[in-house]
């Protein structure tokens, strides 16, 4: 057998193939695709807010979560435990149990807070003062506030450090004020992995949105199809410019979903701002930051890609020879 | 440069369209291949472009063995086999200078060295001053001369056409076959496949003909 011969007989051997006309053929497919998109504006928006919508709800529901997540972690700063001390610890009692405790090296602060301040506190509540008044004799017990170290942070821990405090002789009881912290963070993780799971489901979508996108453009080709593999395209080659395609509409559809939760964010930052200020406080909303803009907007390229490489596999295979 | 040993091709919807053909076409050779309609011409064809594969038989061009070729080699055989359609198989969607670009653009070649060689492919054929018009714009003869000049452009070593003269008139079709035999003379394999036997009968060269998928006449050059 004979071995292979370059194309031409005439003297021209293969063409001297570098790697920069390798780049720039890359190049002008990448924008002959774009091109393409851009000549028949109407369905291509239409495939692009599609895949740009579902995007935007996973996207839209991270961002909740992750200024959820930070409103939550301001909290967890004032995790607290409350020490009911029995009513027959005497006040110098108290005092010496508060220095004790400041030398426990989980707690940062001890505050006595005795009946006396405490009734003063609840007189000064608007609606209580009247109460108060009509009290006999004070039913406030003595109370230690304590605020556990930085580094307290684990429901686990605190849990053990409340065990330990409420084993103390002088202790009546102790009440962690982060219960409602832990349960709200709990909510905060479901709605996580809610957001996860709906991401999950929606990356499908995304995947057959451009499957089908890819497959109608392959059927609306068929004959280009069929002359380039005459001529002696390689597979390859003929799949490149629907994989380009496939991943502009991704790319497209992820910066449509980025617009999208943009906008809902400015729509709902002053509200945001008015609640805040009911509470006395200040809470700008975060964004999708750059480091989750990028990712979304390569996860996007990426389920664009893969969706039509999906569909290009599936639907390129049955123009080959029998 | 083609060699048929023992090739039927079998459809399984309508029976053998070759069957047991054997042939050989040499280097530098011009030939037709005729017979009527369904007489396994456009098959025989489709075979050695590897549109098709044999159901027995081997079929070799060019020193290859194309039953041993495998899937991926196909571009690059059909690199060096220029194909020509009646129906010329143009796209509309693009200029002269495009269609006629295919093959190089589909070989990776530089866009100067592609504009260069689809200038002289259509100088050949005589399209120069038609590059940047729209093939439905253009005459069947000059279409035809389109789909010539994208079959050549990447100088293949062999060229088949089907029935490229179908469709026009004998002024045409003798256009077009002065255009295959100046290709020829270059030393281009050409295998033509034609039942235009006036037109054939003018020409001096070797002729096959097929008769319901077998070879019944094999006339050598008078």
Redesign the interface.
Known sequence: ??K??P????G?GR?F?VPS??L??HLQVALASLGRLVRRPFPSAMTVAVIGIALALPGGLYVLTKNLEALSGSWDQSAAISLFLRSDVTGEQATALAGRLREHADLEEVRLISPEDALEELRGQSGFAEAVDQLEENPLPMVLALRPTGDMVAPEALDRLREELTELPEADFARLDTQWVRRFQAIVNLAQRGALLLGAVLALAVLLVVGNTIRLEIENRR??I??????????A?IRRPFLYTGAWYGLLGGITAWLLVSLALLLLQGPVSNLAALYETKFPLAGLGPGALLSMLGASLLLGLLGSWLSVGRHLATT??? | MIRFEHVTKRYPESGDAVSDLSFELGRGEMAFLTGHSGAGKSTLLKLI?????PTRGQVMV????LGHLP??K???????VG?IFQDH?L?TDRSVLDNVA??L???????K?IGRRVRAALDQVGLLRKEKACPITLSGGEQQRVGIA?AVV????LVLADEPTGNLDPELSREIMGLFERFNQ??VTLLIASHDLALIAALPYRTFTLSEGRLVRDVSAW
């Open positions: 057998m004979q292979r011969r194309i031409s007989r005439r021209r063409p193939r006309v390798w720039s053929r004959s280009e069929e002359i380039m593999e005459l001529v002696g395209a390689t597979p080659f080959e020879p029998r | 472009g590897l549109l098709e594969r060019n020193g290859r063995n899937k991926r196909i571009p690059y055989h059909r690199r060096e194909m198989r796209l295919l093959p653009v589909a070989m990776g070649l530089g866009h060295e994208r990447a100088r293949p070593p270059v030393g």
